[in-house]
């Protein structure tokens, strides 16, 4: 998410830490800062929005000082202003973070009742006061931050200076990547390899739980237990631009491969595995309305729509409210029946899309309340909104929605999960499992996409020459079904079709032939059987069926030409896992087609016209 460069020499640091986060600024932010130890004080300067602004700061007033860190703010908690950015100071503590904190409630209540002055909206900030309390108690940096870890849930990347001790940058890790380095006499660190390459190309990536101290020429790191470890390291020979995308080709690829680790964002906090319940506090919807809302109007475009498709299923199997989905554009268009006992889930990664703004802004200026489902923090969706639920995904640089889908199907369903038990409509034993599959759904994200590569690959070359492809599933596999189309068509530019299968016989089917491939999402659920009769529907056709099953569906890998298999879950799961294989498809076809694949033509990642 957020960007981080520290740098510990001989030279004067400025200029060389705004240059390192420049090479960050690929990863997307909404702020940006410095601060530097000139060897007495710690300068901080800070600046909200484009990184230049912060270079045009540092021009008028340069920071002096061979020891400093830096900061690219993707906001997550807290509005993207320059009281938000990082780095934070607290008395003579200064830190960054990547990450995000997850008991930072708690956090935050019970440093205020000990008199904590905070400025921010951020959970960072509460970091950097857990530090310079320990200090203020009389331990040195590097104690006090390992103190100060002790007391914090959730993820992160620290670099942290203090006044008392020039010269040295203490690091942590967990959960958010973290690179140390030496360069000639200098320590470096940043939350990224390409930051770092005009400097060094020896690097090390710091475990979980590990922390290091940087000096001049000086690098120690220290495992979870305190203990000094001895840890070499290693040549990166990544071009820059290739380090840019982690070593992926483009960074449609790199983001489905971030989806474990967004979606875990995406969780972080929000299940009580305990009680078997969703976490409401950050849904930020009265508890009132969860029993008075008589009806829910989802409206989204795009991919966000095919999502807003699995809202409406989850809302009204778990909560039982009359939940319908609707085209924002649509929605807008044709002065719907909507007032205050509604309530309208405006669905957008972005969170700037003109229809689904204005689709939701009209509801409410007729009394419905409104939520966001939103990534970007504080976009315009966000700022209208009376609540808005947070996907947490990072930023999505490619133009094709994969990772914000993904992390907006999981909060759509934790949002049902809230919903339903508030109403007493999802009993504690469903709710418990579903809790428990949302739980382990990152770690089945990342096998099904390690599982199922080569072979999509391949499947990819085979077909990626054919002028037509069907996309066929029912119940939750219908938004799926559609989404596969739509990736295809806007990486590839390959004519794909999304249907129910239920669907097929009145009119689709006569497109089938032996030139079309046939993608059948079939996981084990409620629709299973129905739709292995569309599939032999296709099959009789002479359709080229690929089937998208759960693992050890041997019956279905016997009717089709290809299988491609993902873990068992929960059906309202499925989603998630059964899109990866089609995410995939569409990017190696697209791939092997040549095409611009994180800018396809005529296409932009906000659609801010209507
Ligand atoms: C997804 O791959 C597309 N680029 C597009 O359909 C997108 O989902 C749509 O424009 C909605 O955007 P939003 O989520 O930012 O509102």
Known sequence: MCGIVGYVGSEPCARLLYEGLQRLEYRGYDS?????????????????????????????????????????????????????AHPHRVDGVALVHNGIIENHVELRR??????????????????AHLVAERMRGGLDLLAAVRAALAELRGAYALAVLARGEPGRIVVAKSGSPLVVGLAGDAAVCASDVPALLPWTRDVLALEDGEMAVLERASLRVYGPDGRAVDRPLRRIDWSPVMAEKAGFKHFMLKEIFEQPRAIEDTLRGRLDRAAGDVHGDEIGLDPALAQSVERVHLVACGTSHHAAMLGRWYIERLARVAANVELASEFRGRDPVVGPRDL???????????????????ARERGAAVLGV?????????????????????????????KCFTTQI??????????????????????????????????????????????????????????DVLFLG??????????GALKLKEISYVHAEGYAAGEMKHGPIALVDASVPVFVVAPRDASYERVMSNLEEARARDGRVVAIVTEGDEAAARRCEAVVEVPACAEE?????????LQLFAYFVADHKGTDVDQPRNLAKTVTVE
Request: proline share 5%.
């Open 32 to 84: 940006a800062g410095l601060a530097v130890h000139d060897g007495t004080e710690i300068h901080v300067l800070r600046a909200a929005g484009k990184i230049e602004r912060l270079g045009r700061a540092l021009a008028e007033r340069p920071l002096p000082g061979t020891t400093g860190i830096g900061h690219t703010r993707w906001a997550t908690h807290g509005r993207p202003n320059e009281t938000n």
């Open 344 to 362: 309208v889930v405006a669905v957008s990664q972005s969170g700037e899309t003109i229809d689904t703004l204005v689709a939701a802004r009209e």
């Open 410 to 467: 999981v909060a759509l369903l934790l949002f049902a999960i809230w919903l339903g038990r508030r109403r007493g409509t999802l009993p504690a034993a469903r709710a418990a499992e579903l809790v428990e599959g949302l739980a382990r759904l990152p770690a089945q994200v990342h096998e099904t996409l390690r599982a199922t590569r080569q072979l999509v690959a391949n499947l990819a070359r085979r077909h990626a020459d054919a002028r």
């Open 573 to 581: 799961l499925s989603p998630v896992l059964t899109v990866l294989p």
């Open 374 to 402: 939103v990534n970007v923090v504080d976009s315009a969706i966000a700022r209208m909104a009376d609540a808005t639920f947070y996907t947490h995904a990072g930023p999505e640089i490619g133009v094709a929605s994969t």
């Open 110 to 127: 019970r440093l205020t009742a000990a008199g904590a002055r905070i400025q921010s909206e951020t959970d960072t900030e509460l970091v």
């Open 474 to 483: 029912r119940g939750p596999s219908y938004p799926v079904a559609l989404e």
